[in-house]
Nanobody, 129 residues
Framework: QVQLVESGGGSETAGGSLRLSCTST????????FAWFRQAPGKERDGVAA????????PYADSVQGRFTISRDNAKNTVYLQMNSLKPEDTSIYYC??????????????????????WGQGTQVTVSS
């Protein structure tokens, strides 16, 4: 099976930065696509950013474009989300997700939660004003 473990969440003041990490264990062949999602209390789970080594297109949610950067280190089986210029509205639980090959129409469905098979447990990010 595949396990995704997130780390790097925490509390930060507005304007600060945090970097989230997601390490994948199990079968690398089952994790071709990676994405970060977030979900605030009482709200739906929204796509933040996604990455796929077969494409140079890395989709971002409009709300984080220019502030967040997704990247991956294949040697470490780790995906990162660098979050800069944090805002209080970024406060949420952040989830890492992965999907196997030939599953996602890229980039059209890259930020659609239902496209992903594997999920981490989530990490809390809190931004104070």
């Amino acid at each position: 099976q595949v396990q995704l473990v997130e780390s790097g969440g925490g509390s930060e003041t507005a304007g600060g930065s945090l970097r989230l990490s997601c390490t994948s264990t199990g079968y690398p062949s089952l994790t071709r696509y990676f994405a970060w999602f977030r979900q605030a209390p009482g709200k739906e789970r929204d796509g933040v950013a996604a990455i796929y080594h077969g494409s140079t297109i890395t989709p971002y949610a409009d709300s984080v474009q220019g502030r967040f950067t997704i990247s991956r280190d294949n040697a470490k089986n780790t995906v990162y989300l660098q979050m800069n210029s944090l805002k209080p509205e970024d406060t949420s639980i952040y989830y890492c997700a992965a999907a196997p090959p030939r599953r996602i129409i890229w980039p059209r469905d890259a930020l659609v939660p239902d496209q992903y098979n594997f999920w981490g447990q989530g990490t809390q990010v809190t931004v104070s004003s």
